[in-house]
């Protein structure tokens, strides 16, 4: 079968549950790759025993969530339009969104390093670090978000692109390789190259190297595919015509924004579970990190979906693009209702595992419990919320983004842990996850039906 071919059967001629199972599993593994690599410079620097150090990675994790935001506003706004304008037929179209987003996201992220090369003596105060933690801080931004902007953008936004046309295992693997790389170079830099007192250091250079790494194969990738009638490096396939920026980032932003109102989202959940105790605040941690497994892989599964559900719409099968959302919908509800149980029954000795400490424990193992009834409602919003990215649905994307993380459970904290104290700050999100399901679903009973009273007007 060649490659060609093989990238149109699965969108046209694959039964719907291969297609999904080829797009969907190897974006899941990316997603539980990166749950392991997104904590192991937290635990190796753990090791150390120094609080300073640990804060620091805490500190500047926000503005690390930043260069994820901006590698989903090209990639996942360039993955919709890519995959509808090749369900159109129109790869010369799809080729100059590939540049325009390629070009895009690297640019973003060599301003954003300038930023944080110019600013970074004024920011760490200013997201939370104090004299003790500042250096620590201060050399962890250097290498993760001067020096390493660009490879963490690029491997995350050419996963996104690649993706798009198909590649689904090309993509999943080159993002998992920066994961596992990462865990292995951790503790070589931090206990073996570096000297004792530069930890952090260590784990920033190792996070930089196995980004460039990732993006580094992405890059051989698309030289030895340059035949592909979509994939180019080519600045000179650029356009700023045919409404191409304005598509991408209308559907890219959502997703961006979705990006930073959890990390938001976080900081008011810490903030407010603080004045209970630093016992608290861990059981709040281990919870989210062990909750983490129910919602990055439905998130996996439904982003791996995009490109079929975009390129279906494209070329007006709606009939596969119900019954991949369909299908997926059932596979993705009866994890998360998986999840739920599992976390119920075991929640004491899964937090147990993360911390050793009666108190800690309880409250993990309460709050655990509770977000856990979110797990099969945000796979619903998460796969809806594809749904209307891959298809153009801007507003409704939006709607969906804002509403779950931000808009709904930062004032439910507040309100809630008024009269509920630290439980009623984790009660917010299932509470969230819940009007916006709701909502989510009403969307996309709209959304069908256009196809019932007339041909829907398919976006570029």
């Not at 603080?274 to 919870?287: C, D």
């Not at 009269?419 to 996309?444: D, H, M, Q, W």
Request: with cysteine.
């Amino acid at each position: 079968m060649s490659r060609k071919y093989e990238e149109t059967y699965i969108f046209e001629d694959a039964p719907v549950w291969k297609a999904i199972v080829i797009l969907g599993v190897p974006t899941v593994i990316t997603q539980l790759i990166n749950i392991i690599y997104n904590y192991a410079d937290t635990w190796f620097v753990g090791r150390t025993g120094n609080p300073a150090m640990v804060a620091s990675l805490s500190v500047t994790m926000p503005v690390f969530v930043i260069m994820a935001a901006l590698a989903n506003l090209f990639g996942i706004g360039g993955s919709s339009v890519i995959s509808r304008n090749l369900g159109q037929k129109n790869p010369e179209r799809a080729r100059k969104v590939f540049a325009f987003c390629l070009y895009g996201g690297l640019a973003s992220a060599i301003v954003y390093a300038l930023f944080m090369f110019l600013c970074r003596s004024w920011l760490i105060p200013l997201i939370g670090g104090d004299s003790s933690s500042y250096p620590y801080a201060y050399s962890y931004i250097f290498w993760t978000m001067v020096i390493g902007a660009v490879p963490t953008v690029g491997n995350v936004l050419c996963g996104h692109l690649i993706r798009s046309i198909g590649a689904a295992k090309e993509a999943g693997f080159g993002m998992s390789m920066g994961g596992v790389l990462n865990i292995i170079l951790d503790p070589l830099f931090m206990f073996v190259i570096l000297p004792s007192g530069m930890e952090v250091t260590g784990a920033a250079i190792a996070t930089m190297l196995s980004n460039t790494a990732s993006l580094v194969y992405f890059l051989i990738f698309l030289f030895r595919h340059r035949d592909n009638p979509v994939f180019t490096v080519n600045p000179k396939d650029i356009s700023f015509q045919e409404h191409i920026p304005g598509d991408v980032l209308t559907i890219g932003f959502p997703a961006a924004l979705q990006t930073t109102l959890a990390m938001v989202s976080n900081i008011f959940a810490n903030a407010l579970v603080k004045t209970y105790g630093s016992e608290a605040v861990a059981g709040m941690g281990v919870a989210k990190k062990i909750n983490m497994i129910a919602f990055n892989t439905s998130m996996g599964l439904t982003q791996g979906i995009l490109p079929l559900i975009g390129y279906s719409y494209g070329a007006k099968n709606y009939e596969r693009l119900r019954e991949a959302v369909r299908k997926t919908g059932i596979i993705a509800v009866i994890f998360g209702c998986i999840c739920t149980v599992l976390f119920r029954l075991f929640a004491s000795p899964m937090c147990r595992f993360f911390i050793d400490e009666d108190v800690s424990v309880s409250y993990g193992s309460t709050f655990l419990q509770t977000i856990a009834f979110a797990a099969p409602l945000a796979a619903i919003c998460y796969l809806f919320n594809t749904v209307f990215q891959a298809t153009g649905r801007k507003l409704q994307s939006f709607l969906l983004s804002t509403l779950r993380k931000g808009f709904l459970d930062v004032p439910g904290m507040f309100l809630f842990s008024s009269f509920l104290g630290a439980f009623g700050v984790v009660l917010a999100t299932p509470i969230a996850e819940v009007i916006s399901t709701v909502l989510a679903v009403i969307l996309y009973i709209r959304f069908l039906q256009d196809f019932k009273t007339g041909p829907a007007k398919v976006s570029r």
